[in-house]
């Protein structure tokens, strides 16, 4: 069965700290995502990856960067973390068709 | 680049009733079209998807969906909604040659009533 983790569902950090966010799938997938998801604004994309040690910007990308050492993990870093990225974080990845598998997702609180 | 507008925020329903999800896509060539759903704390299930063929696509849950061209439309229907399905849903479009980027709409959540 397809899995797609994320370390941690809860975290709460303060202002800047820098954070952390793993993700981890087992399905030897080339290709992953780093997402944030608000109220009204749906998913918006941060950072993808297609290929390890290879990544791009997503639409939303300032303030974040990414690391992929290991084809199953992609981490996503908040190098100083501020209040507005308070947010749900969904990692998803893929094996090369647009069929994403999301992880259950880290609510972050930055306080 | 690629765009797909939920117009529906908040949809009520009763349970038992009929459902129907409305989404509407820009993009110049055939999409991949797809619907997820996330129920409350948890990340995105997919539904269903479109890539070519038949227009009219089912899913899990007795969830489908029907590609409409002209209409740039991809529809979510249920015939009978159950209370288990209340939920948030997505509807999301991809483009050939973008490293299976999807783009999200902005999501519909569904209510359900006894």
């Known amino acids: 069965d397809v899995k797609v983790t994320q370390s941690s569902r809860y975290l709460v950090k303060r202002t800047g700290e820098k954070v952390f966010l793993e993700c981890v799938q087992d399905m030897d997938h080339e290709n992953m995502f780093w997402y944030r998801q608000d109220p009204g604004l749906g998913l918006r994309l941060i950072y993808f990856s297609y290929d390890v040690k290879m990544k791009e910007k997503g639409d939303i990308p300032e303030g974040y960067s990414v690391s992929r050492e290991k084809k199953e993990r992609f981490s996503l870093i908040l190098e100083s973390a501020s209040t507005n990225q308070t947010s749900m974080y969904l990692c998803?990845?893929?094996?090369?068709?647009?069929?994403?598998?999301f992880g259950p997702g880290t609510r972050l609180t930055v306080t | 680049a690629q765009s797909v507008t939920q117009p529906d925020i908040h949809i009520t329903v009763s349970e038992g009733a009929s459902l129907e999800l409305r989404c509407n896509y820009s993009?110049?060539?055939?999409?991949?079209l797809f619907w997820y759903v996330q129920s409350p704390g948890q990340g995105l299930q997919l539904l269903l998807k479109?890539?070519?063929?038949?227009?009219l696509v089912q899913g899990i849950k007795g969830f489908e969906a029907e590609f409409k061209r002209s209409q740039s439309s991809f529809n979510l229907r249920k015939p009978s909604v159950h209370w288990s399905d209340a939920a948030e849903y997505f509807c999301a479009v991809g483009a050939t040659g973008t490293a299976s980027k999807l783009t999200f709409g902005t999501g519909t959540r569904l209510q359900v009533t006894l």
């Open positions: 479109y890539f070519s063929g038949d227009t």
């Open positions: 998803a990845s893929t094996a090369g068709g647009h069929e994403q598998y």
């Open positions: 993009y110049g060539a055939t999409p991949y």
